[in-house]
């Protein structure tokens, strides 16, 4: 009877053991790869900084990052249905942000969306190398 | 009070209250107070094409319309799509059964069926008469293909690889399209692309103009000269006139 008890008691440590360790390796993982890998992590989007000659966008930064589709939707409807074409538009936008790919698909991609906006609007590729890569949200 | 006096003088409170306030529904729903002035409206577009200038075999205003909007050619006539085109048509009986080559394109209708047939809203006439469709909003349902009397209207039955012109955006596989006048340079104050090259190549068998200015060329063409409209009788009242036809 006692024999099974401190038994017991020690597959009791082990399991608990095993299940502290296992809910702890996620956070143990980051840490080290945080440590070690530090902001190369690709869940990360880098966003390309426009070319330093224009100092402002057409809204802040913090507006355009999570409504600017409200703003192109705004834009869309003014230009197409009431022929309002002196707002701005695709074309402003790819003056600053000269690469889709380093721009747009950046924040996209990383959360699996496909727009399809680019099929029949017109965004170039960069004609010139832009190395001026910062961390999203360092401006 | 007693209850004869008070009933007289509440019913008459009671009506004061419902004719003051009516009076106002009234004046509030004046028209000229809700609509709003519409910088489109200003103008209306219209096209006079003179027939007896224009060359059978000359497609220059075909070319320069697919140079302008990126109209989709494969060169396979299952799949191409022509905003203007150059349709061969006879009269029925008659004596002189020659066959003659007219340009045609979207004639603009000021009841366009293809805007009352469409679901979603997406083909729709401008305040300033162009009959024009959202891109964004077609389902690519090709009722309006069915519905246009003049075959005016094509479908993107596949994407076009080639992009001439890159300010203009294209068109994706499955929405349906046609003419909208070069609307993107008429609002930069331009004429269509089609106009200013038969100018430019000398003939000038298409006119261009404001309908509503009495001044224009082409107001003064329709009042001075006898034109006419393809399938007028079926109440379209489209805004490209024939000269010669």
């Known amino acids: 009877m006692k024999v099974s008890r401190t038994m017991n008691s020690n597959t009791k440590r082990i399991v608990v053991t095993v299940a502290v360790v296992m809910i702890l390796l996620p956070l143990g993982y980051s840490l080290v790869s945080g440590a070690f890998l530090g902001t190369s992590d690709s869940s990360q989007p880098f966003l390309e900084r426009p070319d330093p000659k224009y100092q402002k966008c057409v809204r802040n930064t913090e507006y355009m990052r999570f409504h600017h589709m409200d703003l192109l939707k705004q834009i869309r409807e ?45 965004y170039p590729e960069p004609t010139f190398e832009t190395a001026n890569l910062r961390k999203r949200g360092s401006r | 009070m007693n209850r004869r006096k008070f009933l007289k003088k509440g019913g008459m409170v009671l009506s004061g209250t419902v004719c003051a306030d009516g009076l106002l529904l009234l004046t509030s729903c004046n ?8 910088r489109l409206s200003r103008h209306k577009w219209g096209m006079v094409i003179d027939l007896n200038k224009c060359k059978p075999e000359c497609t220059a205003c075909m070319e320069a319309c697919r140079q302008e909007n990126n109209v989709a050619f494969h060169g396979d006539k ?26 045609m394109l979207c004639n603009h209708c000021e009841n366009p069926p293809c805007a009352q047939v469409c679901p979603v809203q997406a083909t729709y006439k401008r305040d300033d008469g162009i009959v024009i469709v959202d891109h964004h909003r077609c389902i690519g349902c090709r009722y309006c293909m069915i519905a246009c009397p003049y075959n005016a209207r094509f479908f993107n039955y596949k994407d076009d690889p080639d992009w001439p012109n890159k300010s203009y955006p294209k068109r994706s596989h499955g929405v349906a399209e046609s ?49 006419k409209r393809i399938r007028a009788d079926l109440g379209t009242e489209p805004k490209v006139y024939y000269k010669g036809l």
């Open chain 2, 179 to 227: 003419c909208h006048f070069c609307a993107h340079l008429l609002d930069q104050g331009k004429r269509p692309a089609c106009v200013d090259t038969c100018e430019k190549i000398g003939v000038k068998a298409i006119y261009f103009g404001d309908l509503k200015d009495p001044n224009s060329e082409v107001s003064q063409l329709i009042a001075d000269t006898p034109l």
């Open chain 2, 78 to 103: 299952r799949w191409d799509i022509h905003w203007i085109r150059k349709v061969g048509i006879q009269e029925r009986h008659s004596e002189n059964a020659g066959e003659k080559m007219i340009p």
């Open chain 2, 31 to 38: 028209p000229s107070e809700t609509t709003k002035e519409n």
């Open chain 1, 78 to 122: 003014e230009f197409v249905r009431h022929g309002n074409r002196d707002e701005t538009g695709f074309d402003s936008c790819r003056g600053c942000h000269t690469s889709r790919e380093r721009f747009c698909n950046q924040c996209h991609n990383s959360v699996s969306l496909n727009l399809d906006c680019f099929g029949c609007h017109y």
